[in-house]
């Protein structure tokens, strides 16, 4: 169904203000059925904020909802990615080869090269974590034919022209935009700002429906890093804000304010799984999150009850005892 539904879905780009368009662009995921790439005009083309997933058609989906608001790929100027998972960087490499333009992101995307380069090896390493984690072998049987059979939806590896960190600005006809390191989220997150007109790239970082992931494995607190970047938005003052998926949003001291309060939700939910007996992560899902766990979030699920189970650890909460499977302890 969800699959029909996707394929329906076509790429739809409208202008959100006065030279900003947003082009909405179809994803496969169930749940999250779009997210958004910003083109900002810039001289006589545009900066193209984020990429839309390679699929098959995915191009195609961009060049509809760039003619929609009358551009065209190959004035793209410049691509710049909020970070390094596939909705927002997958397209990168043939955008910047059919537009002849330079990519920017921030250096710290290893955790995009080593799925875009070897997926068998992430997945073999991501079932070894669940393994390690608890979850039962009939499960993650399903789970490793149901991904093994999965494209990575990035279209090819490129390295970016220019590390996107603190101090590099991006020029448009809006302004210059300014970079924020927001890593949690993902380790290569960044936030673009334009001072003047308080406008805000979130990236996946802030959200309108606010919607938490961590990136598990690559960083040693990513929930606290997520915590950290929030101030840093804070501080920023936004009044409008452009996010990855969704529609833009004015209330961006309540969205993280509420990002705050759902990540404390979250960890006392873990923290008072394991006040009781020593529970593995597996174990510790069904207190957070009920019993919606399925093949298709089952890593999403684990990532982040894991990514909590670390914080909590590296705040001196609770404490792993290791062993096979590793079991958590307050
Ligand atoms: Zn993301
Ligand atoms: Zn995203």
Known sequence: MSEVTSRRELGRGERVLPGVFRLRLPLPWPGVPHCNAWAVVAGDGFVLFDTGMHQPDSLAHLERALEMCNLRLQDARLVVCTHAHSDHYGQAATIVQRAGCELWMHPNHQHMIRMAEDPAAVLARRLEVARQSG????????????????????AGVIE????????VVVATDLGEWTVH?????????????????????SGDHLLGRISLYFD????????????????????????????GHGRTFTDVHAHIQGNRELVGERLSRVLAAVAGEPLTAFEVVPHVYGDSLSTENAHWLLSKILCYLTHLEVTGKARRIPGEPERWTA
């Open 181 to 201: 390191e927001t890593p949690g989220h993902a380790p290569s997150h960044v936030c673009l700002f334009q001072p003047e007109r308080r406008l805000l790239i």
């Open 160 to 167: 970016p022209d220019r590390d996107l960190l603190p101090g």
């Open 135 to 154: 979850v039962p072998e009939e499960p993650l049987r399903a789970y490793a034919a149901e991904r093994g059979s999965r494209e990575t939806g990035i």
């Open 216 to 243: 598990y494995g690559y960083t040693p607190d990513p929930v606290g890093e997520f915590l950290s970047s929030l101030d840093v938005v804070e501080r920023l003052g936004a009044r409008l804000c452009l996010p």
